[in-house]
C-alpha cells in the first residue's frame, strides 16, 4: 500500500513537472510571438518611425504601369528605395533598366534574388539588404520611391546631397513636399509624381538650397 502511494506522488509530480515544462515553452513561444509582431506592426502604428522603417506595401500594378509610363524614354541605372518583393525592379529590368533595389528586410531581399534568378534577370537585376538611409544614391540617374509622407522631407534633403546630373526621381502614393513634379500620372492611391533634375528646378524657382 505505502509502496503503492509513493509511486502515485511520483507519478503526479512526474506529470506537474511536464506541465509546467510545456507551460513555460507555450509563454515563451507567445511572447516571441508578441514581440516579433510588435516589431513588423510598430512601423504602421508609430509615425515617429515611420520616417525611418517605412511599412512593407506592395505597389499595385497601376502603380508600376505609372511608374514605367514615368519613366519612358529613360534608360541605364535605376533604384528602387525599399524594393519589397521587387516587382519594380524587376518590371524594370524587363524594361531594359539596369535596376537595383535595396530594402531591409532580409527575407524579402531573398525572395526578391529567387525571382530575379527565376526570370533570368540575375545581370540586370540586383537587391541589397541595406538600409536606404545609408545607401548612395549618387551612381543612379533613375530613383523610384514609394515611401510615407513622413518620410519624405528627410529623402528630399538626402536626394539634394546625391542626385547626380540629369537625374529623374519618381515617387508613388506621395510626393515631396517642396519639389515642383515636372508630371503627375494616375490617381489616389496610385499616383506618381516624376521629378525631371529637381535640384535644377529647385534652385530656379525656389532657391531653398541656398538658404
Ligand atoms: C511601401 S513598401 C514598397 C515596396 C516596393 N517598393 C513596392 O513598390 O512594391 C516599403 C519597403 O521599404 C522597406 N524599408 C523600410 N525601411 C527601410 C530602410 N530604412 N531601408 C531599406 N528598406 C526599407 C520595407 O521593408 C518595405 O518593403
Not at 511536464?18 to 507567445?30: E, H, Q, W
Not at 541589397?128 to 523610384?144: A, R, S
Not at 529637381?198 to 538658404?211: D, E, F, T, Y
Request: charged share 20%.
Amino acid at each position: 500500500m505505502a509502496g503503492g502511494s509513493v509511486k502515485e506522488v511520483d507519478v503526479d509530480s512526474i506529470s506537474r513537472r511536464r506541465l509546467s515544462k510545456t507551460g513555460l515553452i507555450l509563454i515563451s513561444l507567445s511572447g516571441g510571438a508578441a514581440v516579433t509582431l510588435s516589431v513588423i506592426c510598430l512601423p504602421f502604428v508609430s509615425p515617429a518611425l515611420r520616417r525611418f522603417c517605412l511599412p512593407y506595401v506592395p505597389a499595385t500594378a497601376t502603380q508600376i504601369k505609372n511608374v514605367m509610363s514615368a519613366l519612358a524614354g529613360r534608360s541605364g541605372r535605376l533604384i528602387d528605395l525599399g524594393s519589397g518583393d521587387g516587382r519594380i525592379v524587376l518590371t524594370a529590368a524587363k524594361a531594359g533598366f539596369v535596376a537595383d533595389g535595396v530594402e531591409l528586410n532580409p527575407w524579402l531581399v531573398a525572395y526578391s534574388k529567387f525571382q530575379a534568378f527565376r526570370l533570368g534577370f540575375c545581370n540586370c537585376a540586383r537587391f541589397y539588404c541595406q538600409d536606404l538611409w545609408k545607401f548612395n544614391l549618387k551612381p543612379y540617374p533613375n530613383i523610384v520611391i514609394f515611401g510615407v509622407q513622413e518620410m519624405m522631407p528627410q529623402l528630399e534633403m538626402k536626394l539634394e546631397k546625391e542626385l547626380c546630373n540629369d537625374v529623374h526621381v519618381v515617387a508613388c502614393r506621395f510626393p515631396f513636399p517642396t519639389w515642383t513634379p515636372d508630371a503627375t500620372l494616375g490617381a489616389g492611391m496610385d499616383t506618381v509624381w516624376v521629378y525631371k533634375n529637381p535640384l535644377r528646378i529647385n534652385v530656379n524657382s525656389v532657391g531653398h538650397l541656398a538658404s
